[in-house]
């Protein structure tokens, strides 16, 4: 459950700043595959993998996060 408010929020920010994922998935050095994991919430993202991400989104972890 957990897993998919993070990527439902990484998704959404991901599109917000006109990525696709393939595009968004090299800029920060991971496979399709693994973002797509994220993504659908099969696969709970780790620290280093929010913080790639919210640096590329130019965002800080606390937007990224989902709600509480």
Known sequence: MEAE???RRIRA?????G????????E???SVSL???VERGSRMPSESFL????????I???ELSPPE
């Open 35 to 37: 973002l797509g994991e």
């Open 51 to 58: 913080l790639k991400i919210s640096e590329k989104l130019s």
């Open 60 to 62: 800080t972890l606390d």
């Open 13 to 17: 920010f991901r599109k917000l700043k």
């Open 28 to 30: 920060i050095g991971v």
């Open 19 to 26: 990525y696709t994922q393939e595009e968004f998935a090299r």
């Open 5 to 7: 408010k993070w990527g």
